[in-house]
Structure formats: C-alpha cells, structure tokens
C-alpha cells in the first residue's frame, strides 16, 4: 500500500501546498480525477483536471462534503480555498503534476514492466497476458482501457511493493503525446500490437505516427512485433536497431523471424506450433478469428520474451476467453438489476466492478448486493484479503454480501454488513430457491471455476429474448470522436428524433445531456414531453410541431421549428393567449432539399416583419438542412446549398441586434465539410455509430437473440413457409425467436441475409416469418439458449442495409417496439 502524505505528494509534483489548520500528514491511498467515482474521501487525493468541456475544479466543494481532504489545483476560488482541515497542492498545470507523480511511483518499482501500443487489441493482449501469467506472478495491470494521458498514471499508481509484474498499456492520438507517457510506463519488455488507421487524421502519414508509437520503446530491451504486417516492420526493425533493442519478431506465415508460428483452425479453436531456436511448443485457442490469432501470437512471445513457464502458458490458452463478454448488465426478476462479472476476480477487477455497482445503484435507489465467489490473489494472506475486500465494499456502500467458496467461508468473520456464506455455488442455489431479491442491484463477481452463470441464469429476467443491446459508453466516444473534428466553441445539436434513432428516448437523452449536449431535437412534440418528463432539461427543439400540439410546446418549454409564415402566425397566437413573452424558436430555410422551410428572399423578409411585430419571440437558431451531404459527387450542389445558406440567414441575423446561431451540417456533413460548421451542427447518425465516410466510429447498438431449436434436416426436406428452403444436403438448422414484426426485413430470408453465432456466420434458410425465421448452422457447433447476432459488431448494420435494399437509418429506426432495449454502461 502506498504511504504518501499530501506533504510528500506536493514535494513530489513541485506543487505549493496551500492548507488553513492541520498539514494534511494523514495518508494518501488513491487518487481521483472523477468525483463521481470517489467512494470513501477521507485517503484520496482529487486531481482537478481541466478540458474544454469541464473543469474538476467545480466539484472541489461537493467532494469536500464527501470528506475529500487533498486536492490538486492549478485554479484557486474563494470558494474553496479557505476551507479548513482541506490541503491543496497548488500546481500550474494539474495533468502534468498526475502525470509526475504516477512516472515518480513507476521509478520505485524495479521488476519487470510490459508496455503495450499499437493501434488494436491493446487491452486484449494485456487482458489475456494478465490471465496467462496471473498464477506465476503478482501483476498490476491497467484498469479497462486506461491507455490516454490520463488514464495511464492511473494505471501506474495501482503498482505496488507486492507486485512483481506490471503490464499497462498506452493509446496516442496526436503526435506528442507519447513522448508525455514513456517516462510512466518505461517497459523493460515491448508488444507493438499492429498498425491501422485509426486517429490517422493528426498524423501527416503513416510512418510518422508508427515512429510516435516506437518511442514508447526507447528504453525497452526487448521488442515483441509482427513481421507479418510489412508496412510496420521495416520501421520497427529500423528503430531496433537505432535504440539497442533486443527484436522478438514473430511471424504466422513465413520463417523468418526470431518465432515463427505455424496455426491450423479447427470448428471452433486454432491449434498452434511455435518455433523458437530450436525447441517447438504447440498449444489451442478457443478462437479462430484473425485478430485473436495475433493476439494470441503476441502472448506466447511476450511470455517468452518474459522468462515465464512455457508450457503452464500454453496450457492457460485453452482458457482465454473474449474480453468484450465480462462485464456485462442484464434485467433480472423482482425490479434487480445484474451486473455479471464473472470470469476473473482479483482486487482490482473486483474495485472496477463495485464502481459500476454504486454507479447503478445511484441511479435507480436500489440497495446493492454482493455476490462474491473465493478470490484468487497471490502473494496476501486471506485475513488481510478479505478485510480489504470488506473495506472496498463498506466504500461503496454495500448493504449484502453473499460469500460463496470454502476460503471466503472460513473469513467471514472479516465482513461487517449484513452477509451470508455458502461453500459452493449449488449450496447457494439451493438457497436461493426460496428467498429471492428485490428491489437491488447485484454484482455477481467470481472466478470461473464457480459458475456464477448458473446464478446468473436464476435470476436473469426471461422475457422476450430478443433483444437491443446498446452500449453507451460507445456512443459516448462516437460523440468524443465528432467533437474531435469539430472547433471546441462549436455547440452541437444531438438529433433523438425517432426514439434515438431506434436507441431509446430517455436513457440516451440522459447520457447526451450528462456529456453537456448543447440541444436535442425530437420530431414531434410528444417525444420533447417525454424526455421532459424524464428529466430532461436543457432546450429541445420540435422538428415538426403541429398546431394541435401548440399548447404543450409552451408548457414544456419545447422549442418549435418554424418552417412558414402560417406555422408562426398560429404559434405567436398560442404565445399571445398564453402571456408568454421571449419565447425562443428556430427557423428552417430550404436551400435545396425542397422539404420544410423558407426558401424565398420575399418570404425572409416577410417572416422577419411578423417575429419583430409580435414582441413575444426570440429567434434562437437558422438552419437548412443538406440533401447530399454524404455524396462526392453533389458536391457543388452541397456549396451550392451553404451559399444560398449564408444569403438567406444573413437576411436575417441582420435584422436582430442579439446572436443567432447558424447551423446546416449533419453528420456526414461533419466529416465531410467542418470548414463550414457555423455555430452548430446537428449530430444524427453518427452518433449511432455509423460514419459515411469510414472515420472510427464505435459500433453502439447489438441486435440479439438466443435458438430457441436446433433440429436435423435431411437431403429433401423443405424449411418454412412456400417451402422455400432447402440445405441441399443433410444438415443441422437452427430456429430463432425473431422476425419481420421485430425489424427482420423479409427480403433477407433465403440465403440473402445472415447472422453470426459462435464465431461463425449463418445463413438464414427459407422465408422469414413473422415472429421467427431459421439458419443453417451444419457448419456450426451451437445448441439451444445460444446467443445469435443479428446485426452488431459482426454483421454491421450497412451489410444488413445494403441486403436490403435500405439504408442503415431505416434498419434502426424499423426495429419494433416490443423489442426489448437494454443499456450497458461501464
Ligand atoms: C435527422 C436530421 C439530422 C441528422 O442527420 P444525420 O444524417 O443522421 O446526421 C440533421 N438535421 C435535420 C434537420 C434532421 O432532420
């Protein structure tokens, strides 16, 4: 455990320590960046970090309530800066000061560190190399994706006296920034895991962000990259040669590297040969897929490259398992809500996984149970553990703890809540038969060996099993992603028109207007009433308002969009009999789509004559709306519609004397013309995680379902209505609880569309019904309750689109309402 003082700290950064009454000599354990993810303040030290969408300073005085009693500021507020008992290191720059004290906190550690980079499967590698070494070594590893300016400090501090390995891993996105994070990590061993083109846009080529990457490794002594990917390999080769590093290259096709690795894929898993010098090992993985093949192939060499015990790595490969599925929240019965975590369980999963419970827990007012299988952690006594363990629960307010395993049993005695202690997951099953929970979030968090899916399982609601996953922590990056190309005073205008384009009203306009979301649009006013109703309150423009719907747009406080001269004069009557005064409304002119809007000179002048008569309104915002934005070829039709933009709007921002905002891009137009963003854009689909022009966008929304049969099909047999599917030969189909009436085009039946099952893709045979279709899964092996992707990161919503004959907004925007959405958020 770490034992600084804020004095210590302070001396550590260059800080100037500013306190009124006692020094602050009481411990620092951790450290924040997050107020919302300080549980027990008393032993953290709060970074008030600055962007430009927020400043940590404004949550000092909150945290203060919270017990917080160190602070690091680069701002000093009246507010805050005489509170008694409170010491604050006061430094010009805050990031940088984190980022010194993680780099003086790595110097203290002398064993071994693994470095991560490259532009994919990052956190796999860590997280698999994690699983592989686990019982050889006592690792530190970086938290989820902690890899950017600030979450690699982070990761550094967790490293403590009684590890003997760390492994963390950093992610660029512009040149420089490596440079800041070398001093953090400084890894004895290196894996470059691949190149691609991701953040492309801040380098001026390929090989300049490779070189940005490489310094990461400047001190390493070995270096673990691919020669399989040409492009790299000179350049690293190059830099090896340059820095005295000592090259593991691998390669998975030819012979020429330091390992060569020959693979042959089987149904479902990839068996492997490694060559190195002159001994060979074999060993499988339960994957067939190419990246896990790569990652896999790092592993090995890094295992090797580390001196660990060859064949126990070997062995541990058949258990790997896909990262994406651990942590996950599922719906269960009596109004619980489940987070799953249960492949691995070690302190620092187990911190990360109590934050998402009191994250949940907040949110809801549900009490919070702990479902806490034995821990396997090496190298501390289980009294000492499970005393940990029962301090990290109290700090995130756990009301239940339910201890599962014979060591967890035996230390029961350590937990001061209300508990109960089972020795084996069927004891507790049985248990469980007569007493279920109510009302609570639970964190089910175990190793694998006890099968916590059978819990899970009991008390997973079972409905409909169809189902929309959408991931909101994906659709915060895509909103990341398009900030990033747009100028920081640009205000955005998220469109949740269409139930979030299929995604949900509510929850997703709760998380937009958390990440301070300048507008929503919703196109009709009974959306803008339920988004009020659930909390929304920041402005909400009606895309389409009618008149009958008038009233409630003034008393919601929505903004109507106008788009004639009809639509305002009804709208300044309903102003005038309601005494409402200052009333903002946006205006829509038509540039060329040929839709809503003013398109005429004659009519601007008109419009502005009636808005300066009425006296009750206040013109927030002008736009148009481009008809091809996402379409090379219309592009002087596009510039054609800016230019008519500015004419027409100038006509009227001239005739007020306050701010108008102008704003005519949207999402492709975004991408495809930021030298025009005005003063907003309105961001629609991109959002969603489709790009037209291929920029990295998060895929957000999983359509899934479970075979609810599996059956035999011989030669002759026909499958469906028409009988129109046939195999061809004696196979095996599959029968899924999904069709037309939830969004499943029709024109996707017979072999045209498919879905992904088991890391395979199937087909789907015959015509699709109403509320099922089948697949052919002979190729596959897959049972009854398996999960089946209809559309995710696997079948992407465009190949769907394109198959049928749509495009991508259509297919989210058709996936019916008894479609169950279900949200996962980290
Ligand atoms: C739906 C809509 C958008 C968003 O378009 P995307 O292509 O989804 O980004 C922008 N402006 C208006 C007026 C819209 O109706």
């Known amino acids: 455990m770490h034992i600084y003082t804020a004095k210590h700290i302070s001396e550590i950064i260059q800080g100037k320590a500013i306190f009124n009454g006692n020094p602050g000599s009481s411990p620092v354990k951790t450290i924040s960046i997050d107020s919302r993810t300080v549980l027990a303040g008393g032993q953290t030290l709060f970074f008030a970090l600055k962007s430009h969408r927020n400043n940590g300073h404004k949550y000092i005085l909150e945290l203060i309530g919270k017990g917080v009693k160190a602070f690091v500021i680069s701002e000093k507020h009246t507010s805050y800066i005489y509170e008694e008992n409170v010491v604050f290191i006061y430094v010009k720059d805050t990031l940088s000061a984190l980022q010194k004290l993680a780099s003086w906190n790595r110097q203290q550690f002398e064993h071994p560190i693994i470095g991560i980079t490259g532009s994919n499967g990052k956190t796999i590698v860590k997280e698999w190399l994690y699983d592989l070494l686990k019982s050889q070594y006592s690792i530190a590893r970086s938290p989820k994706s902690y890899n950017s300016q600030i979450g690699v400090p982070l990761s ?16 660029i ?6 440079e800041k994070l070398q001093p953090i990590v400084q890894p004895q061993i290196g894996i470059f ?42 350049i690293i080769k190059g830099f090896c040669i340059k820095n005295q590093v000592n090259m593991f290259s691998w390669s998975s096709v030819g012979n020429e590297a330091v390992v060569n690795f020959h693979y042959s894929k089987k149904k479902n898993s990839t068996k492997f040969q490694a060559h190195y010098k002159e001994q060979s090992y074999s060993f499988t993985i339960p994957f067939t897929d190419k990246s896990a093949i790569e990652n896999a192939c790092h592993c090995f060499v890094a295992a090797l490259a580390l001196g660990a015990s060859l064949p126990h790595v070997g062995n541990q490969m058949q258990q790997l398992s896909n990262i994406a599925m651990r942590l996950e929240m599922r719906q269960g019965n009596n109004n619980c809500l489940l987070i799953n975590d249960f492949y691995n369980s070690d302190i620092n999963s187990l911190a990360i996984a109590l934050n998402v419970l009191n994250n949940q ?94 819990i ?33 005073s640009t205000k955005i205008m998220a469109m949740v028109k269409a139930f979030s384009y ?27 009433i339920e988004l009020r109703k659930s909390g929304i309150t920041i402005p909400i423009v009606v895309m389409n308002p009618e008149i009958h719907s008038f009233q409630n747009i003034i008393d919601y406080r929505l903004e109507p969009n106008i788009y004639s001269i009809q639509l305002l004069k009804d709208f300044i009557s309903y102003l005038k009999l309601n005494a409402s005064f200052d009333f903002p409304i946006h205006i829509k002119l038509d540039t060329g789509m040929n839709r809503l809007g003013f398109k005429t000179l004659d009519e601007i002048i008109e419009l502005t004559k009636h808005i300066k008569d009425s006296g009750n309104i206040v013109v927030s915002s002008v736009f148009s709306h481009l008809a091809a934005s996402d379409e090379p070829n219309m592009d002087e039709f596009t510039l054609g519609q800016i230019g008519a933009f500015k004419t027409l709007s100038k006509a009227i921002t001239l005739s007020f004397n306050y701010k108008i905002n102008l704003h005519v891009l949207n999402s492709a137009g975004i991408e495809r013309f930021p030298e025009h963003q005005f003063d907003m854009a309105r961001l629609g689909i991109g959002l969603y995680g489709i790009s037209s022009t291929g920029i990295p966008l998060k895929n957000i929304s999983t359509l899934k379902t479970t075979i609810s049969q599996v059956k035999e099909v011989s030669t002759n047999e026909t499958i469906g209505y028409s009988r129109k599917g046939m195999l061809g030969k004696k196979g095996e189909i599959a029968v899924i609880p999904i069709g037309y009436a939830d969004g499943l085009s029709r024109i996707l039946g017979n072999g045209n569309g498919r879905v992904f099952i088991n890391g395979y893709y199937a087909p789907i045979v015959g015509n699709i019904c109403m509320d099922m279709c089948m697949l052919d899964i002979s190729h596959i092996n897959a049972e009854v309750g398996d999960e089946v992707e209809v559309f ?6 465009s190949e769907l689109a394109e198959k049928s004959n749509t495009i991508p907004y259509e297919i989210l925007t058709g996936i019916s309402q008894r479609v169950k959405r279900i949200y996962t958020q980290e």
């Open 156 to 171: 550094a501090w967790i490293i403590q006296e009684n590890h003997d390995l760390a492994i963390l891993e950093a992610g």
């Open 173 to 178: 996105s512009k040149p420089g920034e490596m």
């Open 193 to 234: 895991t691949n190149i691609g083109t991701a953040h492309q846009e801040n380098f001026t080529s390929l090989e300049q962000k490779i070189n940005e990457k490489l310094t990461l490794f400047r001190d390493t002594q070995h270096l673990i990259f691919s020669v399989d990917q040409e492009m790299a390999t000179g």
């Open 361 to 454: 827990a907040k949110k809801s007012h549900l009490s919070k149970v702990l479902i806490l299988s034995d821990i396997q952690q090496s190298g501390v006594k289980p009294a000492k553990l499970y005393k940990k363990v029962n301090q990290m629960a109290v700090d995130a307010g756990v009301n239940e703890i339910v201890g599962i395993g014979t060591e967890i049993s035996k230390n029961q005695g350590c937990f001061k809540m209300h508990g109960s202690f089972y020795l084996s997951t069927p004891d507790f099953l049985q248990h469980l038969n007569g007493k279920p929970f109510q009302d609570a979030v639970i964190l089910l968090k175990g190793v694998r060996s006890f099968n916590f899916e059978d």
């Open 456 to 488: 899970a399982s009991k008390l997973q609601q079972k409905a409909h099993q169809t189902v929309l996953e959408i991931n909101l922590d994906a659709m915060v990056e895509n909103l990341n992603t398009f900030r990033s190309l747009l100028k920081p």
């Open 502 to 528: 299929g995604s949900g009203s509510s929850e997703i306009a709760t998380l937009l207007q958390y990440h301070k979301i300048d507008y929503l649009a919703v196109a009709v006013a009974d959306e803008g």
């Open 792 to 797: 995710g990161s696997h079948v992407l919503v």
